[in-house]
């Protein structure tokens, strides 16, 4: 049997489900896949990334916040990593670690899924790192008419807005007017609760989609929902993304419904939280 040892580094990542969803997929394909989660700053992630090479990981998948720093530990970068400069999964082959970015795909494949149809012409997108920049390359991609970068490092949303070009500016956060909004931070995870901006800000004409996947009915999207908003969870970006990581650690193609079906069941499966 083919044996795989992946991971996954970044901050707060003890809730991550992507070691079940690698694992369980990787056994319907007759395969055996180790993935560890690997709790990882800034500062660490280069003696990281060289101590996993050593060890014989054959991938690793990075989150936040290592998705920009990781690039300089890098031997060499994917076209999409190079043009997004962010990386979130990163291959070991022949001693040189390749990085990948697969965010981008995850979100346009979830977004089609999930909210067929809705308007592109005016979006806004919270936050600018690197998740933030995956997601508006693949609203881009997708035909986005303008893009508002919002972030609270205002410098970072002027940077990712320049680097999107003329249909994408920086600025405050106004959702007057918009059709959508994506919120690319790590606000409403479980170990960053909350709201991302003021709940009043939100409008019934707005679709809102979410990153985050832990949990998936975040505040933003109980709020939104309350509303009569179109609303998208992050659950489909983070199968998506990790289908395309796993072909790109094991060379088979993996199922990504059955994927969803399982995280499903992962997340039905949690104990239900507190109530407020």
């Known amino acids: 049997m083919a044996s795989f040892l992946t991971g996954l580094i970044g901050s707060g990542i003890g809730p991550s489900l992507s070691p079940a969803l690698h694992e369980v997929e990787a056994a319907h394909h007759g395969l ?54 962010a990386v979130n999964t990163v291959v070991f082959r022949d001693g040189r ?3 990948h970015n697969t965010d981008w795909k995850g979100f346009a494949q979830s977004f089609a899924r999930g909210l067929p149809g809705a308007s592109l ?12 920049t995956a997601v ?19 410098d970072r ?3 990712l807005a320049r680097r999107l070009g003329e ?5 405050p956060l106004v959702l007057k007017g918009a059709d959508g909004l994506v919120h690319a931070t790590p606000t409403g995870m479980a170990h960053h609760p909350g709201l991302p901006l003021p709940a009043e800000l939100l409008h019934p004409g707005l679709w809102v989609a979410d990153i985050v ?39 088979r193609e993996p ?20 109530s407020r």
Not at 121 to 130: C, I, K, Q, S
Not at 167 to 171: M, V
């Open 32 to 85: 055996r896949c180790v993935y560890r989660l690997v709790e990882v700053g800034d500062d660490d992630v280069g003696d990281l990334l060289a101590m996993a090479a050593r060890l014989g990981f054959d991938g690793l998948n990075v989150t936040h916040p290592c998705k920009q720093s990781v690039i300089p530990h890098l031997d060499e970068l994917s076209p999409d990593a190079a043009e997004l400069g």
């Open 97 to 99: 670690a390749i990085g």
């Open 121 to 132: 012409d005016r979006v806004v997108l919270l936050g600018a790192g690197g998740a933030g």
């Open 136 to 154: 508006a390359h693949a609203l881009l991609t997708m035909g986005a008419g303008h893009i508002l970068v919002v972030d609270e490092d205002e």
């Open 157 to 159: 949303a002027r940077a």
């Open 167 to 171: 249909r994408a500016e920086a600025g």
């Open 213 to 251: 996947y832990r949990p998936l009915e975040t505040e933003l999207l109980e709020r939104a929902r309350a509303l009569g908003c179109r609303t998208l969870d992050g659950g489909g970006m983070v199968v998506f993304q990790a289908a395309h990581a796993f072909r790109l650690f094991t060379g």
């Open 255 to 274: 199922d990504a419904e059955r994927m969803l079906s399982h995280l499903k069941d992962l997340i039905c499966e949690e104990p239900s939280p507190p």
